[in-house]
């Protein structure tokens, strides 16, 4: 049964992706022609033909204009409500979560990700798989002890046991240590020269606060194409110690020959091996928390990503400061904006190129309320601490949250 279960999981997860990848281009294409086969084609993984056809119904209708946000938000909510009587599967739940953020109907979706956790948290568990899905649920649903209670009593295998590897130092984390299992960075090169000392990961967004930072510890920032370097007129004088970046500076440094630019940083932290191909000696893969967002689709975000690399560190000292994981109407200031392509140039400071929904997409990628979530936890639990505006975004609660994300990227369609 479990091996039967596990093929249905992983093939109907082909087909989630499929179904999101097509719906995804159509929108950014502007294409909305192409929306009503596409789900038809697939209607059985959005729950029914008629929830197929209301899904298609609110693309088209946001795609041209048809549909309001207020309206779209509300056929959503409306068929999130009647999503349970079909008894669709977790994965369900989670692709309308996530085609509802790639229009921009950011709180709606939030009923997708309620009922996703509550449909998990009353099921049976027949695997080990299906075990760690419960962790993540509990997780995110607030409840620590009852996380604490799936990874005692998990069973891991060879496919989940980096799961619960993770899980184990998330929950050592959150619990003070009283619960899980430390999983500390082996004492290479890297632990050695950042245990002991006090980190800053310094986002992109404008900040009134000034930080000090001691010439014994290290900021670390985010670089991408476009961002390789900082303004020494800026909040931190320019500096930067540990760099982190994706793989699309590795392609863009590659395209352009100029992974040279690195030799400014102590450390180059990057979210894949990708950096091997630049024969950099500074350069290593960080730690990264994909196997804790919720669906096998989620994207890392790259403070997150940060803070969870470092937090690997032993007796190391996190605390963060300008980003407000975009609930501002500035993301970032003008020496952030990145770089999308050398078509399109730079971004504006929202993130955008000017191109209807792109923002939606980008951020319907990377479910933004599950690292507010995971982000918050840690922060509750004092294991990482963050400036004034970090701290007020990071309190706000989730519904608060994704209100604000509607009011700067959803109505207007960024």
């Given at each position: 049964?479990?091996?039967?279960?596990?093929?249905?999981?992983?093939?109907?997860?082909?087909?989630?992706?499929?179904?999101?990848?097509?719906?995804?281009?159509?929108?950014?294409?502007?294409?909305?022609?192409?929306?009503?086969?596409?789900?038809?084609?697939?209607?059985?993984?959005?729950?029914?033909?008629?929830?197929?056809?209301?899904?298609?119904?609110?693309?088209?209708?946001?795609?041209?204009?048809?549909?309001?946000?207020?309206?779209?938000?509300?056929?959503?909510?409306?068929?999130?409500?009647?999503?349970?009587?079909?008894?669709?599967?977790?994965?369900?739940?989670?692709?309308?979560?996530?085609?509802?953020?790639?229009?921009?109907?950011?709180?709606?979706?939030?009923?997708?990700?309620?009922?996703?956790?509550?449909?998990?948290?009353?099921?049976?568990?027949?695997?080990?798989?299906?075990?760690?899905?419960?962790?993540?649920?509990?997780?995110?649903?607030?409840?620590?002890?009852?996380?604490?209670?799936?990874?005692?009593?998990?069973?891991?295998?060879?496919?989940?046991?980096?799961?619960?590897?993770?899980?184990?130092?998330?929950?050592?984390?959150?619990?003070?240590?009283?619960?899980?299992?430390?999983?500390?960075?082996?004492?290479?090169?890297?632990?050695?020269?950042?245990?002991?000392?006090?980190?800053?990961?310094?986002?992109?967004?404008?900040?009134?606060?000034?930080?000090?930072?001691?010439?014994?510890?290290?900021?670390?920032?985010?670089?991408?194409?476009?961002?390789?370097?900082?303004?020494?007129?800026?909040?931190?004088?320019?500096?930067?110690?540990?760099?982190?970046?994706?793989?699309?500076?590795?392609?863009?440094?590659?395209?352009?020959?100029?992974?040279?630019?690195?030799?400014?940083?102590?450390?180059?932290?990057?979210?894949?091996?990708?950096?091997?191909?630049?024969?950099?000696?500074?350069?290593?893969?960080?730690?990264?928390?994909?196997?804790?967002?919720?669906?096998?689709?989620?994207?890392?975000?790259?403070?997150?990503?940060?803070?969870?690399?470092?937090?690997?560190?032993?007796?190391?000292?996190?605390?963060?400061?300008?980003?407000?994981?975009?609930?501002?109407?500035?993301?970032?200031?003008?020496?952030?904006?990145?770089?999308?392509?050398?078509?399109?140039?730079?971004?504006?400071?929202?993130?955008?190129?000017?191109?209807?929904?792109?923002?939606?997409?980008?951020?319907?990628?990377?479910?933004?309320?599950?690292?507010?979530?995971?982000?918050?936890?840690?922060?509750?639990?004092?294991?990482?601490?963050f400036d004034h505006a970090g701290t007020e975004v990071l309190q706000m609660s989730l519904a608060d949250y994704m209100a604000e994300i509607d009011a700067l990227y959803g109505v207007e369609a960024v």
């Amino acid at each position: 049964m479990a091996s039967i279960t596990g093929i249905s999981r992983r093939l109907r997860q082909r087909q989630a992706i499929a179904l999101m990848d097509g719906l995804r281009e159509a929108i950014e294409q502007w294409r909305s022609d192409l929306v009503p086969s596409l789900v038809n084609r697939h209607h059985k993984i959005l729950g029914s033909q008629q929830h197929a056809n209301t899904l298609a119904d609110v693309l088209t209708g946001r795609l041209d204009n048809q549909l309001s946000h207020a309206e779209a938000s509300a056929a959503l909510s409306e068929a999130a409500r009647s999503l349970a009587s079909v008894t669709a599967p977790p994965t369900t739940w989670f692709v309308w979560e996530n085609l509802s953020r790639a229009i921009g109907c950011f709180s709606a979706s939030l009923e997708f990700t309620r009922g996703a956790f509550d449909l998990i948290t009353s099921l049976p568990i027949r695997s080990d798989a299906e075990r760690g899905r419960l962790f993540l649920a509990h997780l995110y649903q607030g409840d620590i002890e009852r996380a604490g209670h799936a990874w005692h009593t998990s069973s891991p295998t060879t496919e989940t046991a980096g799961f619960w590897t993770d899980a184990g130092h998330l929950l050592w984390l959150l619990t003070g240590g009283e619960s899980g299992r430390a999983d500390h960075t082996p004492h290479d090169a890297f632990a050695e020269d950042v245990a002991g000392r006090d980190v800053l990961v310094w986002g992109p967004a404008p900040v009134r606060e000034v930080p000090t930072v001691s010439k014994g510890d290290y900021v670390a920032r985010v670089i991408a194409p476009g961002v390789t370097g900082f303004d020494p007129a800026d909040a931190l004088g320019g500096r930067c110690d540990i760099a982190y970046a994706s793989s699309r500076v590795t392609k863009a440094l590659i395209a352009d020959g100029s992974a040279e630019v690195l030799d400014q940083f102590r450390w180059v932290s990057f979210r894949t091996d990708s950096w091997k191909s630049l024969d950099i000696a500074h350069g290593r893969t960080a730690h990264h928390h994909k196997r804790l967002l919720p669906s096998p689709w989620d994207k890392t975000n790259v403070i997150p990503l940060a803070v969870w690399d470092l937090l690997h560190v032993k007796d190391v000292s996190v605390r963060v400061g300008a980003t407000t994981f975009f609930a501002s109407a500035q993301a970032y200031t003008s020496q952030e904006t990145r770089l999308k392509d050398e078509a399109t140039g730079k971004t504006d400071e929202r993130g955008s190129t000017g191109l209807r929904f792109e923002r939606c997409l980008s951020l319907s990628h990377h479910n933004l309320s599950a690292h507010h979530q995971l982000m918050a936890l840690l922060m509750k639990a004092g294991a990482v601490t963050f400036d004034h505006a970090g701290t007020e975004v990071l309190q706000m609660s989730l519904a608060d949250y994704m209100a604000e994300i509607d009011a700067l990227y959803g109505v207007e369609a960024v």
